[in-house]
């Protein structure tokens, strides 16, 4: 069963930083390095939304609105991803969620981001 954990989320002040984490099981390591790993956010009420998306190889993918401070990394032989957020802002505020291209329907808890003065 393909199950992904997100971690790293927490209360922060704007314009400080976090690392989230998201571990994945039931992928065989071939699979996990076939195809991109993504960082996707959700706010109540709002539609799920594509933050980040880093590709087997090649330059990773961001939002406009988080392109210069949140970076996107993998560990291919951990099959983990990463989400560096630094200069955070209140907009950020979020439930963040990863997911693989292979598994478009998986989904874990997520971890909450929140960003308050």
């Known amino acids: 069963q393909v199950r992904f954990v997100e971690s790293g989320g927490g209360l922060v002040q704007p314009g400080e930083s976090l690392t989230l984490s998201c571990t994945t099981s039931g992928i065989i390591t071939s699979v996990f390095n076939s195809n991109a790993m993504a960082w996707y956010r959700q706010v109540p009420g709002k539609q799920r939304e594509l933050v980040a998306s880093m590709p087997k190889s090649g330059p990773a993918n961001y939002a406009d609105s988080v392109k210069g401070r949140f970076t996107v990394s993998r560990d291919n032989a951990r099959k983990k991803a990463y989400l560096q957020m630094i200069d955070l802002k209140l907009e950020d505020t979020a439930v963040y969620y990863c997911?693989?291209?292979?598994?478009?329907?998986?989904w874990g808890q997520g971890t909450q981001v929140t960003v308050s003065s």
């Open positions: 997911s693989h291209l292979n598994y478009p329907t998986t």
